[in-house]
């Protein structure tokens, strides 16, 4: 492919044209950075003729330009081949790093059950110590009652003693 920085780089399938029968390229995705693609470009382009070196069905690496202009077909076959070798084959060092970042989702998968584990810990604990607390105030309520009801009976005992006081005193002033 050229280096053409205004030129977009397309993977394409050959096609046959239902309505017309001339051959056309069924645009599948196109590449937005070095390594990065988009699928589902889904728009066709008219098929030179002396473009018919491949059979329809057939993938192609499409480069247009800044009006959807052909300006280069070659077979995507050894491009495909190249990336199954390099990223997706047991020995690629793309598979490698697919499996150093399976272990570390794992091992984050680990530390967020951990993670969950201990707050959920916590969140029983708080609601224990809520629930105590609550009996704490039940209790302390309930103590509070008590002693309003202890002072009310001292009181009344002790304006019954002061009651009793007095009609001693007037019991004894009487007898003097």
Known sequence: MTGNPLAMLHLAQIQRNPTSGEMELQLLAHQRADLVWEVGDSKSLPLVKDNNFLGEGALVLVECGANQQIVHIQEAKDWILSILQKYLTRN????RFVEAEQSKVEQWRQEITA?????NRRSLE?????????????TLQKDKEELAQQR????????????EQERLKLNIADEA
Not at 126 to 138: A, N, P, S, V, W
């Open 152 to 163: 009310e009976e001292l009181q009344q005992l002790a304006e019954n003693l002061k009651r």
């Open 115 to 119: 993670q969950s584990l201990e707050m």
């Open 126 to 138: 708080i609601e224990t110590r809520r629930e105590q607390l609550q009996e704490l105030e039940k």
């Open 92 to 95: 690629a060092s793309y598979s």
